[in-house]
């Protein structure tokens, strides 16, 4: 039993804290006189007005010593990371110090781009959830809960930047779109939380009651796990939460590490012993990520299963594990499928286990057969488990979740999409990070070997003012302008065909492509690439001006068979230098007879796309200074040398804003 109770000794030792924390003095300042504070006052409305007037604010303008939000820890002369120093994932985006990746000391931001508040204010998104303002990471505990949608979320109040307080954001939907933001719902404000409230999942019960299992970061940086529950379940907006009084509920077991072991996911009952199961992340000694099973009655006293769920050699701290089953047409829930596998006696029902991996930073999924009976999970295909295989998103997604909607008997998924600029830059525009549109997921029936994700219907509600532009074929060498409104909020369906002569006439193999090291959208061949320009300068296009581009690129291999790429290049989304640009993709399953098809969702700095129906995604990040607001643009483009490409069909949908809603407090 790894749990404690309330008259036992605790089992492992900890920093108690000040009697009164609170009121513990943390620095003084030197005291002046009223003339003294009266100037000061003078001299700083004087300033403000001025800085108000100008209307721009510049990155490089901010100070060059270090800026360190409230209750953030101070990054040091050597420092370059955010995160793992205190047992989570590595939050900064890997933009270079002396771009203003980072805040701090040796964050001198020399060569930071001066960014207006113009760029800065057009970044944020008009219909993908993002607070109101300040930092947002993992998406925690989606729940459907008496009509309402709740999306919880890491959240850190003081700032725009990851620091050691984080608490569980929370807003409410009625259709995942529009969200009323809602009260921070969990602090970290105990000692088996203090530095940080982080991720965990939500567990309805039976008779309608929802439990909340979270990790706790302890004053001594040890990982946790926490039970809390909603103070008045008859509210449907769960406003606010309490947390047990005997937490935490479980401590790191034997050999496993004291930061290594996080992030709960939605508990399933068993009825083969009248006990609930969870599954949390963690690794070994040998750098092995695996999932461990606890079971537990109350959500109080847990046992651990012997044995590992599942272990996959050389691949890391597992975060954010996922454990669900999945069907071709609609969602299962996972009590469900397990009760259903106890009565038939078989495992007909896929499960995928999902990991979020410590040491890249990316989310890796498996298909394969979880046996209640022995406690294991094991993938369809070895070559591709866990870790090694397939990706959610071949771009910027990480840290996702999935809940069951009972409403529409489906799954839907949640991730976290972080910032690609520097930390200097979000502090300037005062938030960071995006949820990607929620997703639904289903088994792909027709190749069995992957999953297919794809925008949640209620997304087609927001779209006015389509375009069908009919078929247009585009020459190798060529591009070709859309004629469009506005373009920096767009759902876009195209199908592509490339012409069969073309296509019979290219003999040469071309074999060793890779979205990342093959040149992007200049890097020719005689099928591709070809595919979609978008936020592009609506003003010009070639040399230099600003692009995103969304394509294909169709490869011969040895033995002439045909191999398809779906790629995203965002090496010319802006001309600023202090942001990650990246081209990022894989290889896409596409089957005998199917089109080429594609679908983007583009939301001023966030790019999502869905080729083959939703078999591969990728998701970018981009920060144009150009081609914004009306200067934004799209382009049918085709680069390769030797093919003809036709768009046999293309929709271009403009977005109306999900205008989500601020919390006010009913009188």
């Given at each position: 039993m790894e749990t404690r109770d309330g008259g036992s000794r605790l089992p492992c030792s900890y920093v108690p804290l000040p009697d009164d924390a609170e009121a513990t003095v943390v620095g003084h300042g030197r005291q002046t006189g009223p003339l003294f504070a009266a100037l000061r006052l003078v001299l700083?409305?004087?300033?403000?007005?001025?800085?108000?007037?100008?209307g721009v604010r510049f990155v490089g303008q901010l100070p060059t010593t270090g800026v360190v939000m409230p209750n953030q820890p101070a990054t040091s002369t050597t420092s370059s990371s955010r995160g793992p120093e205190s047992g989570v994932s590595e939050k900064t985006s890997g933009v270079p110090a002396e771009h203003g990746g980072m805040l701090g000391a040796d964050a001198t931001g020399s060569n930071a781009f001066p960014w207006s508040n113009a760029m800065l204010q057009w970044q944020r998104t008009g219909f993908h959830f993002q607070p109101e303002k300040n930092w947002m990471n993992d998406p925690n505990g989606p729940v459907y809960y008496k009509g309402c949608y709740h999306l919880f979320y890491q959240y850190n109040p003081?700032?725009?930047i990851w620091g050691n307080k984080i608490a569980w954001g929370h807003a409410v939907s009625r259709d995942l779109l529009r969200w009323r933001h809602l009260p921070v719902a969990m602090l970290p404000d105990q000692w088996y939380d203090i530095n940080g409230a982080w991720s965990g999942s939500a567990t309805v019960l039976p008779d309608g009651r929802i439990v909340m299992l979270y990790t706790g970061s302890t004053n001594a940086s040890m990982q946790v796990q926490c039970l809390a529950f909603p103070s008045d379940p008859s509210d449907p907006l769960?406003?606010?939460?309490?947390?047990?009084?005997?937490?935490?509920?479980?401590?790191?077991?034997?050999?496993v590490g004291e930061k290594d072991f996080r992030d709960p996911t939605t508990a399933w009952y068993d009825g083969s012993d009248g006990m609930w199961r969870t599954v949390i992340g963690s690794k070994d000694e040998r750098h092995a990520g695996m999932a461990l099973t606890y079971k537990t009655k109350n959500f109080i006293d847990f046992e651990l299963i012997p044995g590992v769920l599942h272990r996959v050699p050389a691949t890391g701290m597992w975060e954010c594990i996922d454990l669900y089953p999945v069907g071709a047409?609609?969602?299962i829930d996972m009590t469900e499928a397990v009760a259903a596998a106890s009565n038939s006696g078989g495992g007909e029902v896929l499960h995928v286990m999902k990991e979020s991996s410590d040491d890249d930073r990316h989310d890796y999924y498996a298909l394969g057969r979880y046996d209640a009976a022995t406690n294991k999970w094991m993938p369809l295909d070895a070559d591709v488990d866990v870790g090694i295989g397939l990706r959610y998103d071949w771009g910027k997604f990480y840290a996702?979740?999935?809940?069951?909607?009972?409403?529409?008997?489906r799954r839907v998924l949640w991730g976290w999409v972080g910032e690609t600029d520097s930390e200097?830059?979000?502090?300037?525009?005062?938030?960071?990070s995006l949820q990607s549109i929620p997703r639904t997921v289903v088994l792909d029936t027709k190749t069995g070997s992957n999953l297919i994700q794809w925008p949640v219907v209620e997304v087609e509600t927001l779209r006015t003012n389509s375009t069908n532009l009919g078929s247009i074929t585009v020459d190798h060498g060529s591009v070709f302008p859309l004629s469009l409104h506005r373009a920096t909020q767009l759902d876009i369906e195209a199908s592509f065909r490339l012409d069969p002569l073309d296509v019979i006439a290219a003999k040469e193999a071309d074999v060793g492509y890779n979205c990342s090291t093959s040149g992007g959208a200049a890097g020719r061949g005689a099928l591709g690439p070809f595919g979609l320009l978008v936020?592009?300068?609506?003003?010009?296009?070639?040399?230099?001006t600003e692009q995103t581009a969304i394509y294909f690129y169709v490869a011969r291999g040895l033995d002439g068979g045909l191999r398809t790429h779906f790629c995203h290049d965002e090496s010319r989304s802006s001309r600023a230098n202090d942001i990650v640009k990246r081209v990022v993709g894989n290889v896409v399953p596409v089957l005998d007879g199917e089109a080429l098809s594609i679908r983007v969702l583009v939301d001023h700095s966030i790019v999502e796309s869905f080729a083959q129906g939703g078999r591969s995604t990728v998701t970018s990040r981009v920060y144009p200074t150009e081609a914004i607001y009306a200067n934004a643009g799209v382009y049918l483009f085709n680069n390769a040398t030797g093919a003809r490409v036709t768009a046999t069909s293309l929709a271009v949908h403009e977005m109306d804003s999900s205008y989500n809603q601020a919390y006010m407090a009913s009188l």
């Open positions: 700083a409305t004087v300033l403000l007005a001025v800085v108000t007037l100008a003081d700032g725009a769960l406003t606010n939460w309490t947390k047990y009084e005997g937490n935490p509920v479980l401590y790191p077991p034997p050999h047409a609609k969602g996702s979740k999935t809940f069951y909607d009972p409403a529409k008997k200097r830059a979000d502090v300037a525009k005062g938030w960071a936020l592009a300068d609506a003003r010009r296009h070639g040399g230099d």
